[in-house]
């Protein structure tokens, strides 16, 4: 099946500072999708973004189908950004279901 | 739009025994996920519906467990003679889906905890 890397796998970081989180994929894909998951387990989407760029306030992202890989960017970080973020994806055709990667553990200390 | 609800949040039962899980869907969103995320894993898909029709089942899932989405709307995910490695998060999501290659994104539910002792 295809295959989801992610980068870094944990992450620290001083409140303000900025980061990009990086996602590698082994297939071409029609859906990929950003989650952040909170301290209590909730998961919240991101980002639905199979290709270009999108931006909601300090996050934005970036999907460059063609080289199979997807970058989260994280502007003025703060402690409430603290949490799991994860990349899944899906294959062309196959009925949307998606494969996550292992998520990136990133802490935001005051 | 009240998002995606899971009921309950937490069970816990003895090995052996049978739970069921519950989980209502956005009322608009026509397709339902199934998926079951252990302690520093992503989540990993079990099942997955479009309406009321079960269009796939992962290997994941053994004969102990069943799903259903009767009409179309809420679904169940039923675990029989559970056993200790049942022990996870099992989240429910879904998604708008007007054609076959088409995808939207998914809105998660909170999932139920479970634990078998």
């Known amino acids: 099946g295809i295959q989801v890397e992610q980068s870094p796998p944990d992450l620290i970081l001083q409140e303000g500072a900025n980061s990009t989180l990086r996602c590698n994929f082994s297939?071409?894909?029609?859906?990929l999708q950003w989650f952040h998951q909170n301290p209590w387990g909730q998961l919240i989407n991101l980002f639905y973004i199979p290709s270009g760029t999108k931006q909601n306030g300090r996050l934005s992202a970036t999907t460059v189908a063609t080289e199979r890989y997807s970058l989260l960017y994280i502007s003025s970080s703060q402690t409430t950004d603290s949490g799991v973020y994860f990349c899944a994806v899906g294959l062309t055709g196959a009925n949307s279901k998606l494969t996550f990667g292992k998520g990136i553990t990133l802490s935001v200390r005051p | 739009d009240t998002g995606v609800s899971q009921d309950p949040r937490h069970k816990i039962t003895k090995r052996g025994q049978n739970v069921t899980f519950r989980c209502d869907p956005i009322s608009e969103h026509n397709r339902l996920y199934w998926y079951r995320q252990t302690l520093g894993q992503g989540p990993e898909f079990l099942t997955y519906f479009q309406n009321e029709a079960q269009l796939e089942k992962s290997r994941l899932l053994s004969d102990r467990f069943s799903a259903e989405r009767p009409k179309g709307s809420f679904s169940t995910l039923e675990i029989q003679r559970t056993e200790q490695g049942d022990s996870a998060m099992y989240l429910c999501?879904?998604?708008?889906?007007?054609?076959?290659?088409?995808?939207?994104?998914?809105?998660f539910g909170s999932g139920t905890r479970l634990t078998v002792v």
């Open positions: 999501a879904s998604s708008l889906g007007l054609g076959q290659r088409d995808a939207y994104g998914y809105t």
């Open positions: 297939d071409s894909v029609n859906n």
